[in-house]
């Protein structure tokens, strides 16, 4: 049977199987019952393309998806449009960084690993944390990854999180707890607050967002004290970005603080790839997931040297003892965020905080001047906001897409009451034409 896209010759695969015993390649699959194998055939495939017409057919494909290029985009929720400095992507394609896997081997890896622990301190300042790992699959995974760690510091199965954390972290926590027979409580919001923390009773942590999924900003200090009073520890899944102008969770007195490094140098993309943040107190070292690089010296000098002090590799062979499931990361993408924070430094990354906050108070005098349109909550918050219309978000969301403005993301579908809500993103990067055009657009649509 002719493969195309294998290099191997029937001489080649004859010698193989006879090497192995095997009389045919069908042998090698006979454990697949045969109502779950495809006839050769049975697919129904186009013709194959030559190279050129085939690219051409790709590219057609390609052009029927919303692009930034064509589209102005107000969707955040978790993943934002932010400017990326050229010399970010000038560094990750590097080929010592492109193709690298994990640095097992320090004599050979000491620049990828320096890379790393860099890394690991800028985000620890970042956060006002004392220790980070080097980094996790996403945020929502970090996030989840820190209940089940706390469960384990507390020796408690309960973890109580608020109803404005982000409603995919909360699935994916709810995932996480449940193949470990953890208790997930949910702690309601007012105003698009968390204020209440009663559910929290016998928990092992309480995790909050800052700022929330409705873009506002929590009060971490109520939170520190809600979590002092059930003997729960604080987990909070923060915005790197804000932290650079808010104070971060750490001066709280936060026990470990995660979050989604995206929008510090990582593209959109079709939602991925993305990178975990992970921080915690030292005293927690001993159970933090993922990896650590250390910085010591060389055993005749004073020469500094980079290794991986902890590591969760064993964890393999651990199964249900393993303290986490997580053995490598996308490294690629945390070297991205340390090439973005090193290019923008303090000041540079405060400004891109700042400049934010200022576009999204524009916007909102713009969009809530629109008869009909209003602020759904009042209060202190970043780069995010919720705007209620006179009618259904969705069909607004799509009628603006037509006009190449991706809107924001409609917020029926993930709270009861909620259906006329758009929960708007604007960043830095928008401009204020591009602002202006969304709320003439706006207006348009609602037939003012």
């Known amino acids: 049977m002719a493969r195309p896209y294998i290099p191997h010759t029937e001489a080649d695969e004859r ?215 059930h003997g729960a520890l604080m987990i909070v899944s923060a915005d790197p970005i804000a932290c650079a102008l808010l104070t971060p969770p750490g001066h709280f007195g936060a026990d470990i603080v995660t979050g989604e490094g995206q929008p510090m140098g990582v593209p959109m993309g079709l939602g991925g790839p993305l990178v975990g943040l992970f921080t915690c107190k030292s005293e927690f070292v001993r159970q933090i997931p993922g990896r650590i690089v250390g910085r010591t010296k060389e055993a005749h000098g004073d020469k500094p040297g980079y290794v991986m002090t902890l590591r969760t590799r064993e964890q393999d062979i651990r199964r249900e003892k393993a303290t986490s499931n997580i053995c490598t990361n996308e490294a690629l993408m945390a070297l991205a965020c340390t090439v973005y924070m090193t290019a923008l430094g303090k000041n540079g990354l405060r400004q891109v905080a700042e400049s934010s906050v200022r576009n999204t108070q524009y916007a909102i005098d713009q969009l809530t001047a629109i008869p009909g349109v209003k602020l759904r909550f009042v209060g202190k918050r970043f780069d995010e906001f919720v705007l209620t219309v006179p009618s259904e978000a969705s069909g607004v969301r799509d009628q603006l897409l037509g006009r190449n403005i991706l809107a924001g993301l409609p917020l029926g579908p993930y709270y009861s009451g909620m259906e006329n809500d758009l929960l708007i993103a604007v960043t830095e990067v928008r401009t204020k034409a591009e602002i202006d055009g969304f709320a003439e657009a706006l207006r348009s649509t609602l037939g003012q």
Request: charged share 20%.
């Open 15 to 229: 010698e193989m199987l006879a090497v192995i015993g095997a009389d045919s390649i069908d042998d090698l699959l006979r454990e697949i019952p045969a109502n779950l194998k495809l006839a050769p055939g049975s697919l129904n495939l186009p013709t194959a393309l030559d190279e050129p017409r085939l690219m051409k057919h790709l590219a057609e494909i390609a052009a029927k998806n919303v692009n930034l290029s064509d589209t102005v985009c107000f969707l955040g929720a978790g993943i934002y449009e932010r400017y990326i400095p050229a010399t970010v992507s000038a560094v990750i394609s590097r080929g010592e960084f492109l193709t690298a896997y994990t640095p097992y081997q320090p004599e050979v890896s000491q620049g990828y690993l320096q890379t790393i622990y860099e890394f690991q301190t800028m985000i620890a300042e970042l956060y006002g944390m004392e220790i980070a790992n080097a980094s996790m699959y996403d945020g929502a995974t970090a996030l989840a990854e820190a209940a089940i760690m706390a469960t384990g510091i507390k020796g408690r199965q309960k973890v109580a999180v608020s109803d404005v954390v982000h409603p995919h972290y909360r699935q994916v926590i709810d995932t996480y707890c449940w193949s470990m027979g953890i208790e997930v409580v949910t702690l309601p919001s007012q105003d698009g607050l968390t204020t209440n923390f009663e559910a929290a009773d016998g928990a092992a942590c309480i995790l909050v967002q800052y700022p929330n999924f409705f873009g506002l900003i929590e009060d971490l200090s109520a939170v520190r004290t809600a979590a002092d009073a």
